[in-house]
Structure formats: C-alpha cells, structure tokens
C-alpha cells in the first residue's frame, strides 16, 4: 500500500470489560496483537487516565497540599464535619451589620463575653464538585504517547482545582462571617498592581484572628494570577506564595474579588466514601458517542460561619449567639450606587 493511502479494515480485535459487562470491536488494516495495541486502544487510555487521576487525588500528596491552601480534615465515611472551636480569651466589641438571632432579635453593637468560645455553625448546604471528560475513540485510535496523555492528564487536574476552589468562594460569597469591603479595580502596569493587591491585603487584614498573613488562607481569582507571578519575577522570588507571604489559591468562575481566611477558623471538611477515597472516580461506555466517559466527583462541606455568645444591652447575665464576621472579602471594583429612592 502507498503512503496516505485508505485501505479498508480488514482485521479486527475484540476484547472483552468484565466490570463494565462490555465487549469492545476494534477495526484496523494492520497485524494486531494485543501487547502492541496500548497505542491505540481508547480503554487503555481510559484505564491509564482513571488510575493516575486515582492516585493523584486520593493520595496523601493532594491531602497535603489542599491542608496547605486551607484548613482541611478528610472525616469517616457516615460521619458529620468537625467544628473547630476556639477559646476567646479577651474582651472584644463586636460590630455588627444588623442582623437577627436565633430568637428573633437584631444586634447592631454587642461585647464578647471573655473566655467564650468561638464555635464554627455546620453548613446548612454541601458542595459536590463534579467533572467528566470524554474520551473519543477517533481522537486516540490515531495513536498517543506518554507525553501526550500527561499534559491531557495535568490540564485535567488544573482545571479540577480551580473548580474546587471556585466553589468554595461561591459558598463563602453571603455566609453571615464574611465581611466585604469594596476596594476599587486595579489599574496600572503589573508591578503596580501587585503593590496595590499586597497594600490591600495588609490594610485590611484582622490581626485579631491571625498575627501575620502567613495565618490566613487567600483566595484570588485565576486573572491576578499573571499580574502576581508578574511581580514574584521581578522580585527574583520563586512564586506568588513567597512573594505574598502565604499559600495563594487562586479559582475560576466569576470574580467574587479576594477572600482572607483565618486559618485557625475556617475549614474544608471533605466526605470519604465507603472505600476511603475522597475522590469518586468512575469509568462508563457511552455508546451513542463512541466514548469512554470518566466521571470525577467529591463532596466538600466549608465550615465558614463563626458563632460568638455576645452580652445583650450591656447585661452582664443574657448573653444571645450572633455570627462573628471573621473572613474579609475584598471587591476588586467600586461600590455600586444604592438602590432606592
């Protein structure tokens, strides 16, 4: 046969998913033996891309490194989050938006009773991330290398944990501890930018809930993401966490602005299943599409509302459970003008 010549199929090999209860036909005009159809076999792409996603993500290395970005325990399978609880050991005032109590009553200004604890509500909602990737038999039958499948494979997981971390500011986003202040867009050149992002973060830091902005967990979105490793190059320092002096995790989706987490507060609290993996990994034929279908979920409860026993008018005996506004987020654009007359 002449080079880029067609030539119809003339041989085929079948082989057989036992956990799937699949045959899989595969068509082709050259010798097949099954040792050498790793480059061509969509499952076996499939299979290799499930298994290094699995190890990935359900192994200590990810736990690792999502306990660095923010506060994070992985609990039993059947079990409730943890609550951490904090002891506040001085007198603080508490100023408040109004905002009502459990029993019905609003508290604009009240003082923390010393020696309380500052104790984390349970969410009322979980988040369940989920992403699928279709594997088209045509698009790996043409063949593939390893290189190939590791950039597919790290786009992958990028794309995972800005979804993650997406989230995660949607949930913070209206949760009574989160405070927001409206600090204007950025403007100028990159390095001025960056100076005024890290102005920002050290004006408005609460060094009530952490000494340094090493304490705090901060949530950017994906675009100052150049701007900062912008400014980390000049600065000759390695990334963005060194330039800004703490773990920077950066989300996609809409630009809710910049989010300062007290890590001694806040916390992820992620559901393993029955198996102990924090990650739902599946792999399923859809026949209509000719495609292997990988499936990637887990469920996340964000344990951001803080709750402080506060004294009522001054009493020193009737105290009543208010939410603390101890996460900062910070808009990135002007305020917008008041609706109303």
């Known amino acids: 046969m002449k080079p880029f010549q067609n ?33 061509s076999d969509p499952l076996t792409y499939a299979e290799a891309m499930l298994e290094a996603a699995d190890e990935h993500l359900n ?3 990810w736990r690792e490194n999502m306990n660095n970005a923010f506060p994070s325990e992985v609990r039993p399978f059947g079990s409730v989050p943890t609550c ?37 509500e349970a969410p009322e909602v979980g988040v369940m991330v989920s992403a699928r990737l279709s594997i088209l038999d045509h698009t790996v039958q043409f063949g593939f290398t ?46 001025a930018q960056a100076e005024d992002f ?10 009530f809930w952490g ?6 967990g901060v949530l950017v979105p994906v675009s100052l993401r150049p701007v900062l490793n912008r400014a980390a190059q000049r600065a000759g320092l390695e ?8 773990r920077v995790q950066v989300y996609s989706g809409p630009d809710r602005g910049v989010f300062l987490v007290p890590k001694a507060f806040a916390m ?46 001054g009493s020193d005996w009737e105290t009543t459970p208010v939410a603390l506004p101890i996460i900062k987020q910070i808009v990135l654009a002007d305020q917008p003008a008041p609706v109303g007359p």
Do not use: C
Request: cysteine-free; overall charge negative; charged content about 25%.
């Open 7 to 39: 030539k119809a199929p003339d041989r085929t090999y079948t082989q057989s998913v036992k956990s799937l209860g699949l045959t899989q036909v595969s068509f082709h005009s050259s010798d097949i033996r099954p040792q050498e159809m790793a480059a």
């Open 59 to 61: 192994g200590d290395e």
């Open 84 to 120: 951490p609880q904090v002891a506040l050991m001085a007198d603080r005032s508490v100023t408040f938006d109004p905002r009502q109590t459990y029993d019905g009553r609003s508290v604009s200004k009240g003082e923390a009773v010393a020696g309380s604890l500052v104790s984390m």
């Open 146 to 191: 390893a290189r190939s499948m590791e950039q597919t494979a790290d786009k992958v997981l990028n794309d995972l944990e800005l979804t993650l971390a997406g989230k995660i500011a949607e949930s913070l986003e209206g949760q009574p501890s989160v405070s927001k202040v409206y600090a204007g867009p950025l403007s100028g050149t990159p390095a």
């Open 198 to 207: 890290l102005d920002l973060i050290a004006v408005h830091l609460d060094t």
């Open 211 to 216: 000494r340094d902005i090493s304490e705090f």
């Open 239 to 246: 990334d963005i966490d060194d330039l800004v002096g703490t």
């Open 268 to 313: 992820l609290s992620f559901r393993e299943n029955s198996e102990g993996d924090v990650w739902r990994l599946d792999i399923s034929r859809n026949s209509s599409t000719l495609s292997w279908e990988l499936e990637v979920s887990a469920v996340v409860d964000v344990m951001a509302t803080a709750m402080v026993e506060v004294k009522v008018d």
